[in-house]
C-alpha cells in the first residue's frame, strides 16, 4: 500500500479542501495532524471515502508528538499548511503566530529530517515536505506589477513576519541539509468552508444576518483571489511534480478591490436570496477605520507554476464567487455552528 500523505492544519479551510480533494480523487490515504484551534472544523472533512482518513490531534509545535506520528505512520509527503493565518488576529495577539507559525514550522522540519535521513534510498528520493504560505511576506505590491519568486520579502503584519520566518526556515533546511522542501505563496483564498472572520464569508453572513458590512478605510485595497479549489489542484501539482528546492507562486489573476468584493456579494445576495423588506443588501455597508499597517495591494504572477507544471486557475471571478456565495447559503448550519469562537466582532485594532 502507497505510503500516506502527511497533512498538517487538515481541518482548517486549505488543509480540508485538500483531503477532500485527495479522499476523493486519488488512490492516497491521508494523515490529519491539527490541533484543533478556533478555526479548525471536524465538520469539513469527508465521512467515508475509497481510502483511509486519519486523526491525529497533535500541536505541531510538539516535537516528540509529532515524532511519534511520523514513526507510526511513515508518510511518503507532507503538506504543511497548519498556521495561525488571521492578520487581525495577529495584530491583537502576536505570540500564537510565533508559536505555531515559526516554532511550529521549526519543529516539523526537524522531525521530517529526521525522518527522511531515516529511509531507504527509493523511499527517501521520493519525499517531499510541501511547505505552504503567503503572498502576504512580500507586503505591498504597490500600483503595479506583481509579487513572483523573487520577490524580496518584506513583511508588514505580525502574521505576515511569522510566515516570512517560516518561509527561510524552510529554504535554509533545504540548502543547508538537503531536506526536500518546495515553498509555495498564494494570494488570498475564498470558497466553502473557510472560517467566518475572513473577509468573503464574514461579509456574506453578517449580510444574511442584516448586519453593517464594515469596509476598512476607503475600500480600495486589492487582493487576487483565488479558489480554494484551484490553490488545491496547484499544490497537488507542486506535491507531484515540483522541484525540490524550488518556489511557485500561485495566483488567479483575479484582482479586485475589496469595496468591489463586498459590492458583488451584496449584488449576488440581492439575486438569488432578497431580504425581506425589500432593501438592498448594498445599504448595509459602511467604512470603518482602517486597521494598522494595512497592506495596499496584493498580486501575484503565476507564469512559473503554468509553464512548469501547466497548472492554471479554472474558475473565473464572477464564477467562483457565485458557487462561494450559493454554498453559504445552503449550508447555514455549518456556519451557524460556530462555538463562540467568532460573534462577528472587529478584530485587530491594536494594542
Not at 328 to 342: F, I, V
Amino acid at each position: 500500500m502507497k505510503r500516506p500523505v502527511l497533512i498538517t492544519g487538515g481541518a482548517g479551510f486549505i488543509g480540508s479542501a485538500t483531503i477532500r480533494k485527495l479522499i476523493r480523487d486519488t488512490d492516497s490515504s491521508v494523515v490529519n495532524v491539527d490541533i484543533l484551534t478556533y478555526a479548525a472544523n471536524l465538520a469539513s472533512l469527508p465521512e467515508g471515502g475509497n481510502h483511509p482518513l486519519i486523526f491525529e490531534q497533535v500541536d505541531v509545535a510538539d516535537g516528540p508528538a509529532v515524532r511519534r506520528v511520523f514513526d507510526k505512520y511513515q508518510p511518503r509527503a507532507v503538506l504543511h499548511l497548519a498556521a495561525e493565518s488571521h492578520v487581525d488576529r495577529s495584530i491583537d495577539g502576536p505570540a500564537a503566530f510565533i508559536d505555531t507559525n515559526i516554532v511550529g514550522t521549526y519543529t516539523l522540519l526537524e522531525t521530517s529530517l529526521a525522518y527522511w535521513m531515516g529511509l531507504g534510498p527509493a523511499d527517501r528520493a521520493a519525499f517531499r515536505l510541501l511547505h505552504v504560505s503567503t503572498d502576504e511576506v512580500f507586503g505591498s505590491s504597490g500600483s503595479a506589477g506583481s509579487f513572483n519568486e523573487t520577490t524580496r520579502y518584506a513583511p508588514n503584519s505580525p502574521y505576515a513576519a511569522s510566515k516570512a520566518a517560516a518561509d527561510h526556515l524552510a529554504r535554509a533546511w533545504h540548502r543547508t541539509y538537503g531536506l526536500p522542501v518546495i515553498i509555495t505563496n498564494c494570494s488570498n483564498n475564498y470558497g466553502p468552508y473557510q472560517f467566518p472572520e475572513k473577509l468573503i464569508p464574514h461579509m456574506i453572513i453578517s449580510a444574511l444576518e442584516g448586519k453593517p458590512l464594515g469596509v476598512y478605510g476607503d475600500g480600495t485595497q486589492t487582493r487576487d483571489w483565488l479558489h480554494v479549489e484551484d490553490h488545491v489542484d496547484a499544490l497537488l501539482a507542486v506535491m507531484e511534480t515540483g522541484r525540490p528546492g524550488e518556489v511557485y507562486a500561485i495566483g488567479a489573476r483575479n484582482e479586485r478591490r475589496n469595496i468591489d468584493v463586498v459590492t458583488a456579494i451584496c449584488s449576488e445576495l440581492d439575486r438569488t436570496h432578497p431580504r425581506s423588506d425589500g432593501h438592498s443588501y448594498g445599504e448595509l455597508i459602511t467604512h470603518v477605520p482602517d486597521r494598522p499597517g494595512h497592506d495596499q495591494r496584493y498580486a501575484i504572477d503565476p507564469s512559473k507554476i503554468e509553464g512548469e507544471l501547466g497548472w492554471r486557475a479554472r474558475r473565473d471571478w464572477d464564477s467562483g464567487l457565485r458557487e462561494t456565495v450559493a454554498w453559504y447559503l445552503d449550508n447555514e448550519p455549518w456556519w451557524r455552528d460556530r462555538s463562540g469562537a467568532y460573534r462577528g466582532e472587529r478584530l485587530g485594532l491594536g494594542r
